[in-house]
């Protein structure tokens, strides 16, 4: 009986591995995101604190600072080791760029205005502010980082379509 109850448990550790391993395989890309997201927002965070809490630098322009330096290291930390699955060959490496930047961009804005409610309306802490502002934002970030490196099936034009069609025919069907 003993026997037995040990073979199950090494049967579901054996599993219980297998079922990681394929966690870790399929979502490989947010884990190196996630692991090298973290290094960007802590790139960030110290550029700012640096800019802002010893230099005295405005708060938008400490703000923007470290968003650039932070975001030429993502840049780099994405086309180098996180997106390396299913890469957009199509593209060159300063369309990719001009494309990333574009996005970050737009999240520049949601970046800078937290950080102003924070600082200049609340009164909290600049690190604090800082951390929740890089957790909002690295979700943004990941999800259009994705269309920047990855070699996408359809636009998402096309997939709306195609969408909006089989929704049509299914109420045509019915």
């Known amino acids: 009986m003993a026997k037995k109850n040990q073979d199950v448990v090494v049967s579901d550790e054996a599993n219980i591995r ?3 391993q394929k966690l870790v395989k399929r979502h490989r890309n947010l884990w190196a995101y996630m692991l090298f997201g973290f290094l960007a927002a802590l ?12 230099w005295h630098s405005a708060m938008v322009i400490s703000n923007t600072a470290a968003f650039i330096i932070s975001n030429l290291a ?15 060959h199509d593209h060159s490496e300063w369309h990719k760029l001009i494309v990333f930047f574009t996005y970050r961009i737009i999240s520049l804005i949601p970046d800078t205005l937290i950080m102003l409610v924070g600082l200049s309306w609340l009164h909290l802490n600049a690190l604090l502010v800082k951390i929740i502002d890089q957790v909002l934002v690295g979700v943004f970030n990941y999800l259009t980082t994705r269309s920047v490196f990855q070699k996408q099936e359809h636009t998402m034009i096309e997939r709306a379509k195609m969408r909006l069609q089989s929704h049509h025919k299914e109420k045509t069907d019915k």
């Not at 790139?43 to 010893?54: D, G, K, P, R, S």
């Not at 993502?74 to 957009?88: E, Y």
């Open 74 to 88: 993502s840049f780099f930390f994405n086309q180098k080791a996180v997106f390396t699955n299913n890469v957009d």
């Open 43 to 54: 790139i960030n965070t110290v550029a700012f604190m640096i800019l802002h809490q010893w």
């Open 18 to 20: 297998k079922l990681g």
